[in-house]
């Protein structure tokens, strides 16, 4: 194994940035630069971003807020064109509206907040190979799709009477996607994002099940119920609107006439995302986390079969198949790391795995449910199930390299306290504020297999102040402190990336990407290849080493200060005079940067 990963990026690990500094930081050698800001109009009819005279219809052509997932899909043949795909997972109101304007402007503010949401996608260029992009305004394929885009949905549940309203008695037809978190590109060439903490926007029935997916028959914090009659199950005919979301959608960045899908196949539950590997026999596999505390990973194998290039078939696939949900076991006696270093008797954490079946042949596998009901309600199927519950699994992608499995677990702190579930192998710490990430392996390789094996590829934390750490028998005093892993992707010599969600109140650092080496002697290294600004999340990492470019999603930039006090002025820091008439210059903005490198060496700016 070649030194670094054998990758072609080549850097120095940066230093932890304290997490009140706000500035892009990169490693010497690199630059940066952001591709597309929120607010920047996607259309030539599109106006341009001006904070003070921001409006629904402004922002519904123009870039959302908050990008999560994040692709640059580049076209085949030309190398220099491609397009950028975002979602755009949710709104800060604190940061994006003078609060004096948003107590007498609620209604359009939750209209520009619904308008803010969903996806986009936006045509790229470069003017060489290798080159830093930039994006296309008017492209032919850009597209923005909000909380009133129109959705089909698809598979077995599809039409079920749990899915109808009064708006939609097929129950086969939704307006919107909300909260998309992490996601991935299909081999076939559409993307997929998972609808995560969708229960916030809606209140809810009161029922047992509603409240296993976090929804309340309580007013929301949004508000979006006083806007639009179907985010209340109170309203006559709208019971069933929180069950519409949930899923994993399916878009066509190729074609914005498409109308996007939300499969029932894959379950409902806080999907972070899906990523899906082609099995040797070519049915499909999809891999997806369920971002709650103490709730599971789950698997689908489609019925069908991938045909390479037959896109439309393709589209198909993820429509009709298995679902299965996770059972994690130990191989020791069950270690319980509290702030002192505990590897097991036998060296690692590890065991075997079995994939427990909820839908199979087309059946329930669960007593006692349908299987409308065991996808509309798939959590409760899985506690049937008797399935692992975890420290709150976020991505959970494969390698494109080996087909192993990465799950990043980013934390748990309620593990082992009063009522909860204890540690177990696969998830070792009490209190778990740094999370881990675990490593898979199906049985022969075999992405359709039943059993697996796994271990634990690294318990973060900061190792100079937590013994509890472990990075696969790497020495300590040699890997960047990492904390709270999310989302995850790989380079393409296999080296594993990950992004951090919530460093700067655990370990007091920006949260920043990772690259961790997976083989060789240098298995568990962890080298911090960035940090983003004050209040930000990093998200949507992209790896194109072959380019030299890295490419991250800023989410939520500046999160923690306010409109008129703000911490971040990400990413143009420019701070303009006056409180509420910033005009086109302002700051923070989620963005989508690119990182890639510089011959002047800069390395680091404001
Ligand atoms: Fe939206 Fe699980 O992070
Ligand atoms: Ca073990
Ligand atoms: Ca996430
Ligand atoms: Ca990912």
Request: no cysteine; aromatic share 10%; charged share 25%.
């Given at each position: 194994i070649a030194p670094n990963g054998g990758s072609k990026l080549r850097f120095t690990a940066i230093a932890p940035v304290p997490r009140n500094r706000d500035a892009m930081t990169v490693p010497e050698g690199y630059d940066w630069a952001p591709i597309i800001r929120w607010g920047?109009?996607?259309?030539?009819h599109a106006p341009k971003f001006n904070i003070a005279k921001q409006s629904a219809k402004r922002q519904a052509g123009q870039f959302g807020y908050n990008n999560d997932y994040l692709n640059v899909i580049v076209d085949k043949y030309s190398g220099r064109s491609g397009v950028l795909v975002a979602n755009h997972e949710y709104t800060n109101e604190d940061l994006m509206f003078d609060p004096q304007w948003f107590e007498a402007n609620k209604a359009e503010a939750a209209r520009i907040a619904m308008a803010a949401h969903g996806f986009s996608v936006v045509e790229v260029k470069r003017a060489k190979s290798g080159g830093p992009w930039s994006y296309i305004r008017g492209g032919e394929r850009n597209r923005r799709i909000t909380a009133t885009t129109v959705f089909a949905i698809d598979g077995?549940?599809?039409?079920s009477a749990l899915l109808q309203t009064t708006s939609d008695p097929t129950g086969r037809k939704v307006l919107g996607t909300l909260n998309n978190c992490a996601g991935g590109t299909t081999p076939w060439g559409t993307v997929l994002s998972g609808e995560e903490n969708f229960n916030q926007y809606f209140r809810g029935t009161g029922s047992a099940t509603d409240a296993r997916y976090g929804i309340a028959d309580e007013a929301t914090e949004r508000g979006w119920e006083d806007v639009d009659a179907r985010f209340s199950a109170r309203n006559p005919g709208y019971k069933n609107e929180a069950n519409r979301f949930g899923w994993i959608v399916e878009i066509d960045p190729q074609n914005p006439d498409s109308v996007p899908v939300k499969h029932t196949a894959l379950g409902?539950?806080?999907?972070?995302g899906a990523n899906v590997r082609i099995a040797d026999d070519k049915r499909v596999v999809a891999y997806s986390g369920d971002d709650e505390r103490f709730d599971y990973v789950y698997k689908f194998v489609s019925a069908k079969k991938y045909r390479r290039g037959d896109r439309r078939h393709n589209m198909t696939l993820l429509s009709a198949g298995d679902l299965y949900v996770a059972r994690f076991s130990g191989n020791s006696p069950a270690p319980e790391i509290d702030g002192s270093a505990a590897v097991p008797a036998d060296g690692s954490f590890d065991g075997t795995g079995t994939w427990l079946p909820l839908v199979k042949d087309g059946a329930s596998?669960?007593?006692?449910?349908s299987v409308e009901e065991v996808l509309i309600y798939t959590r409760l199927a899985g506690d049937k199930a008797g399935a692992t519950k975890m420290d709150r699994p976020e991505d959970v992608e494969p390698s494109p390299v080996t087909g192993k499995l990465y799950i990043a677990l980013t934390n748990n702190t309620q593990r082992n306290t009063a009522g909860k579930a204890s540690v177990d192998e696969a998830n070792p710490r009490t209190r778990n504020r740094d999370g881990h990430v675990i490593e898979l392996t199906e049985r022969n390789n075999d992405a359709t297999a039943t059993e697996f094996s796994w271990n634990i590829l690294l318990v973060a934390g900061d190792p100079a102040t937590d013994k509890s750490t472990y990075f696969s028998g790497y020495p300590k005093e040699k890997v960047s402190p990492i904390s709270c892993p999310d989302n995850l992707a790989f380079d393409s010599k296999g080296n594993l990336w990950i992004s951090t969600d919530g460093q700067p109140g655990t370990i007091g650092y920006c949260d920043a990407l990772h690259k961790v080496t997976l083989n060789g002697e240098e298995r568990g290294k962890v080298e911090q290849f960035l940090a983003v600004p004050a209040g930000a999340e990093t998200c949507g990492p992209l790896v194109h080493d072959r380019d030299g470019s890295v490419f991250v999603s800023v989410q939520h930039p500046g999160e923690g200060g306010t409109f008129n006090e703000p911490i971040s002025f990400f990413p143009d820091y420019v701070k303009t005079?006056?409180?509420?008439?910033?005009?086109?210059?302002?700051?923070?903005r989620p963005s989508v940067v690119q990182v890639f490198t510089d011959t002047k060496g800069r390395g680091s700016r404001k």
């Open positions: 920047d109009p996607l259309f030539n077995p549940a599809a039409g409902r539950f806080k999907h972070e596998m669960i007593q006692g449910m005079a006056g409180k509420t008439k910033r005009g086109e210059v302002y700051g923070p």
